[in-house]
Nanobody, 113 residues
Framework: QVQLVESGGGLVQPGGSLRLSCAAS????????MYWYRQAPGKQRELVAS????????DYADSVKGRFTISRDNALNMLWLQMNSLKPEDTAVYYC??????WGQGTQVTVSV
């Protein structure tokens, strides 16, 4: 069983930055590929970024490529999503997930003037 807790969301102006964190407990964190998903009101949940178990490979949705960076520290059981140049269309609840099997409760990101 994996417990995941996201934090770091909030209200930010367009062009601003936020860093989301995901703290994992209850397992050997380093065996899981990790993902960030987001869900905007009235829309389906979408994949934002992924990172391999060892952290050597990261992939991004086209909509965030060049603006977002996913990273992890397996010794600390932590996952992050650095979000720069934020746009209003990035507004959503952001979730971290381990292998898409275990999910956190989500953290709200709102990009607005």
């Amino acid at each position: 069983q994996v417990q995941l807790v996201e934090s770091g969301g909030g209200l930010v102006q367009p062009g601003g930055s936020l860093r989301l964190s995901c703290a994992a407990s209850g397992t050997i964190f380093g065996i899981y590929a990790m993902y960030w998903y987001r869900q905007a009101p009235g829309k389906q949940r979408e994949l934002v970024a992924s990172i391999s178990a060892g952290g050597s490979r990261a992939d991004y949705a086209d909509s965030v490529k060049g603006r977002f960076t996913i990273s992890r520290d397996n010794a600390l059981n932590m996952l992050w999503l650095q979000m720069n140049s934020l746009k209003p269309e990035d507004t959503a609840v952001y979730y971290c997930t381990a292998e898409r099997l275990y999910w956190g409760q989500g953290t709200q990101v709102t990009v607005s003037v």
